[in-house]
């Protein structure tokens, strides 16, 4: 590394894109994943639909008991 950067020049902000999306990511257990893409698989449709399904379910499940 240098002692010193020039940023005389520099942009502030310049990739800053405040309607950006933070997509994070999510790391399953291998015999979960392993199950659940047997199952996308076997329905015809995409892991992340699957996933994402469930878990609405899920959420319906848990605000329907409140």
Known sequence: ???EYDFSRAERGKFHR???ELHLPVYLDNDVLNYFEERAR???VALTALINDL???DIALIEGVK
């Open 42 to 44: 076997s329905k015809g």
């Open 18 to 20: 405040p309607d950006a």
């Open 55 to 57: 878990l609405r379910k």
């Open 1 to 3: 590394m240098r002692e």
